[in-house]
T-cell receptor
């Protein structure tokens, strides 16, 4: 089946530092990947759409300069949270669509804690 | 603007009985709907989907019903098992646009 691998699964960082999260499609190519954020007991909110070889498309209210997205290959997208602050602490999840019959496949998520 | 709504934050069902999870949507342009199951600190797992040209799709213990006129879909799980305890999200998209819009989720608890 289609697998999306996300790394790291959790990270603790100091306020003001940057954190990179990787999302890989293991057995399929993904020209498009999606980054979500989930606050406790809330829905998954789409942050941005990552496009291979071009700029990401950000949802309204998401700061492009804070959440840097790079999609350098057909199997890898990265999300960098720059100058992280405690309010950036959240659960970040990536996804890709290997073909609609599979449904969108999600990574296992990354729990970011900024202290 | 919550385009996909799951109005029940939680549901408790006895093992062996039927679990019915509901979802409403407001955007009539949505033409594909999906249900996901999610455990804490994990990514959602795809369960079942339905196209807007159908009103029912069945896969084992899971059946999704779609009522387009009411803009309502439901997920039926029968018989419910303890391992079904999780948070269930419904999601919708406009095919071609690719962007999934999620409901708030319903926490299902199956009691032995």
């Amino acid at each position: 089946g289609a697998v999306v691998s996300q790394h790291p699964s959790w990270v603790i960082c100091k306020s003001g530092t940057s954190v990179k999260i990787e999302c890989r499609s293991l057995d399929f190519q993904a020209t498009t990947m999606f980054w979500y954020r989930q606050f406790p007991k809330q829905s998954l909110m789409l942050m941005a759409t990552s496009n291979e070889g071009s700029k990401a498309t950000y949802e309204q209210g998401v700061e492009k300069d804070k959440f840097l997205i790079n999609h350098a290959s057909l199997t890898l997208s990265t999300l960098t949270v720059t100058s992280a602050h405690p309010e950036d602490s959240s659960f970040y999840i990536c996804s890709a669509n290997p073909g609609l019959n599979y449904g969108y496949t999600f990574g296992s998520g990354t729990r970011l804690t900024v202290v | 603007d919550q385009q996909v709504k799951q109005n029940s934050p939680s549901l408790s069902v006895q093992e062996g009985r039927i679990s019915i999870l509901n979802c409403d949507y407001t955007n009539s342009m949505f033409d594909y709907f999906l249900w996901y199951k999610k455990y804490p600190a994990e990514g959602p797992t795809f369960l079942i989907s339905i196209s807007s040209i159908k009103d029912k799709n069945e896969d084992g213990r899971f059946t999704v019903f779609l009522n387009k006129s009411a803009k309502h879909l439901s997920l039926h799980i029968v018989p419910s098992q303890p391992g079904d305890s999780a948070v269930y999200f419904c999601a919708a998209l406009i095919q071609g646009a690719q962007k999934l819009v999620f409901g708030q989720g319903t926490r299902l608890t199956i009691n032995p």
